[in-house]
T-cell receptor
Framework: NAGVTQTPKFQVLKTGQSMTLQCAQD?????MSWYRQDPGMGLRLIHY???????DQGEVPNGYNVSRSTTEDFPLRLLSAAPSQTSVYFC???????????????FGSGTRLTVV | KNQVEQSPQSLIILEGKNCTLQ??????????LRWYKQDTGRGPVSLTI?????NTKSNGRYTATLDADTKQSSLHITASQLSDSASYIC?????????????FGAGTRLAVHP
C-alpha cells in the first residue's frame, strides 16, 4: 500500500516549457487535489476532483490544467511554465470530499519545481 | 488577511525541552481544527484533529488545545526529540466546506538541537 505517489521529486524547467506532474493513489479514494506551497504562505489549492471525470478549480488555478480519467490518477499539467510557478507541489487524497474531521487526508511527498 | 496565523515563524529549542506553538484563526464557524507535522522534503502528516466542541487532544508527546471563544489553538510538545525538527501547520476547516475549503496556516519551523 504505497499511499499517494508523486513523480518526479525534482524538476527544473525553462520558461515556456510544458510538463506534467504525476499523482497516483492506491487507496481507492474518490477525492484528489493539488496544492502549491510557497515560503511564508499556507498551502493553496490549485485544482481538485471529486471522482473520475469530475474536476474543479481551487484558489489558484491559472496556468494549470488537470484531468481525472481514472480513480487512481490525477495529473497536473503546466502548459507554459512561468517563474511564478516555482514552488513545491503536493497532491492529496481522501475517501470523499466531506471533511468529517477523521483525519483521512493523505499527502504525497511533493514535487519541487523550479522555472528559470 | 490570512485567516489562520501561526506564531512564532520559527523556533529553536534544545533536546528534552518543552515548547508551545500558537495558532490564531478568524474562520467562523468552523468544523474542525487540525495540526500537521511536515518533515523537510515530505508531505504534511496529521497529528491531531479537534472539532469545535473539543478543547484538548493528545497524540503521544503532542497535545493540542483549542479555545473557541478566543479563536486560539496551541500545540504543546513535551520532552522534545531531534526527530521533532519539522514544520508544524495549523489547518482550519470551515463549517460549510469540505476538503476543498481547508485553510492552511503558513506553519512554524521548529529546530531541535542536541
Amino acid at each position: 500500500n504505497a499511499g499517494v505517489t508523486q513523480t518526479p521529486k525534482f524538476q527544473v524547467l525553462k520558461t515556456g516549457q510544458s510538463m506534467t506532474l504525476q499523482c497516483a493513489q492506491d487507496m481507492n479514494h474518490e477525492y484528489m487535489s493539488w496544492y502549491r506551497q510557497d515560503p511564508g504562505m499556507g498551502l493553496r489549492l490549485i485544482h481538485y476532483s471529486v471522482g473520475a471525470g469530475i474536476t474543479d478549480q481551487g484558489e489558484v488555478p491559472n496556468g494549470y490544467n488537470v484531468s481525472r480519467s481514472t480513480t487512481e490518477d490525477f495529473p497536473l499539467r503546466l502548459l507554459s511554465a512561468a517563474p511564478s510557478q516555482t514552488s513545491v507541489y503536493f497532491c492529496a487524497s481522501s475517501y470523499s470530499m466531506a471533511d468529517r474531521g477523521f483525519g483521512g487526508y493523505t499527502f504525497g511527498s511533493g514535487t519541487r519545481l523550479t522555472v528559470v | 488577511k490570512n485567516q489562520v496565523e501561526q506564531s512564532p515563524q520559527s523556533l529553536i529549542i534544545l533536546e528534552g525541552k518543552n515548547c508551545t506553538l500558537q495558532c490564531n484563526y478568524t474562520v467562523s464557524p468552523f468544523s474542525n481544527l487540525r495540526w500537521y507535522k511536515q518533515d523537510t522534503g515530505r508531505g504534511p502528516v496529521s497529528l491531531t484533529i479537534m472539532t469545535f466542541s473539543e478543547n484538548t487532544k493528545s497524540n503521544g508527546r503532542y497535545t493540542a488545545t483549542l479555545d473557541a471563544d478566543t479563536k486560539q489553538s496551541s500545540l504543546h510538545i513535551t520532552a522534545s526529540q531531534l526527530s521533532d525538527s519539522a514544520s508544524y501547520i495549523c489547518v482550519v476547516s470551515p463549517l460549510s466546506g469540505g476538503y476543498n475549503k481547508l485553510i492552511f496556516g503558513a506553519g512554524t519551523r521548529l529546530a531541535v538541537h542536541p
